[in-house]
């Protein structure tokens, strides 16, 4: 199957620094990749809809000037936390379709934020 | 509005079967997806099903019956390894996923 990787697996900041996550899809050009956020013992939370090349699209009660996202090209979305805070802290996934998105969505391996 | 309901948590015995259920409530149906999660890792694929019937891949199987929005995930032959969790997602006109809170299975020796 295809492979995406994100960088880094783990990251711990002060309150009030950002941090930047990147998600690559190694095998395959994503034109949508999906950022998503899971709190111990939750499901999956949609946060973004990352498009190559235009704005994401924010799910309702995600800040997007406090979550950047930027797909720069067909194999790289980032997601930038700026000013983290503690209840930032969070097991943050990108996910991307290969092809068509009625596919099944590959998952990166996440990163664990601990904001201090 | 748009839900998906499966059980929290559920028991087996090593050797067993065991089944998961799923039901689910979205606008407009493109498909239903089961994915397996370790705990502290990134969910992985297990399968997808836009019809009706049963789908088996090796010991996982699973079934989708669209009038009643429901689906199941069945493990056969059941090994420690499969203890995590199991989320079930459906996807929506938009063809966008929404996700279950997962079902942790637990498998005893």
């Known amino acids: 199957g295809a492979v995406v990787s994100q960088h880094p697996s783990w990251v711990i900041c002060k309150s009030g620094t950002s941090v930047k996550i990147e998600c690559r899809s190694l095998d395959f050009q994503a034109t949508t990749m999906f950022w998503y956020r899971q709190f111990p013992k939750q499901s999956l939370m949609l946060m973004a809809t990352?498009?190559?090349?235009?704005?994401?699209?924010?799910e309702q009660g995600v800040e997007k000037d406090k979550f950047l996202i930027n797909h720069a090209s067909l194999t790289l979305s980032t997601l930038t936390v700026t000013s983290a805070h503690p209840e930032d802290s969070s097991f943050y996934i990108c996910?991307?379709?290969?092809?068509?998105?009625?596919?099944?969505?590959?998952f990166g391996p996440g990163t664990r934020l601990t904001v201090l | 509005g748009q839900n998906i309901d499966q059980p929290t948590e559920m028991t087996a015995t090593e050797g067993a079967i065991v089944q998961i259920n799923c039901t689910y409530q979205t606008s407009g149906f493109n498909g239903l997806f089961w994915y397996q999660q370790h705990a502290g890792e990134a969910p992985t694929f297990l399968s997808y099903?836009?019809l009706d019937g049963l789908e088996e891949k090796g010991r996982f199987s699973s079934f989708l019956s669209r009038s009643k929005g429901y689906s199941y995930l069945l493990l056969k032959e059941l090994q420690m390894k499969d203890s995590a969790s199991y989320l079930c997602a459906s996807m929506d006109s938009n063809y966008q996923l929404i996700w279950g809170a997962g079902t942790k299975l637990i498998i005893k020796p």
């Open positions: 990352s498009n190559e090349g235009s704005k994401a699209t924010y």
């Open positions: 099903n836009v």
């Open positions: 996910s991307a379709p290969q092809g068509d998105v009625h596919n099944e969505q590959f």
